[in-house]
């Protein structure tokens, strides 16, 4: 699943956060899971998930271990289809930045 179209206007790394957040909203990640969903150095990950968590988008919960997790209004109330809509092409513009 994708975090709402209206969120997905931001930097690449941020808008892989959210869809990767978003995929495992009740769960939520650990910033270790999320370095390898998103496969981006630990310091762009750093300053995504800091913008992020400024622009409210995310929540960090801490207990034995950190998880972050989507705040409520970046999950789709339904499942989209439009990754099934999407292009190789697409998806790879999407991840890459040029």
Do not use: C, H
């Amino acid at each position: 699943m994708r975090a709402k179209r209206e969120y997905r206007n931001r930097e690449g790394t941020e808008v892989a956060v959210l869809d990767a957040l978003v995929d495992r909203a009740d769960d939520g990640m650990t910033v270790f899971e999320l370095r390898a969903a998103v496969e981006v150095d630990i310091d762009e990950l750093e300053t995504a998930l800091s913008t992020l968590k400024e622009d409210d988008l995310i929540v960090v919960e801490s207990g034995s271990e950190t998880v972050i997790k989507p705040a409520e209004r970046v999950v789709p109330d339904e499942p989209t289809d439009e990754d099934e809509d999407q292009s190789f092409g697409e998806w790879i513009r999407e991840r890459i930045p040029f």
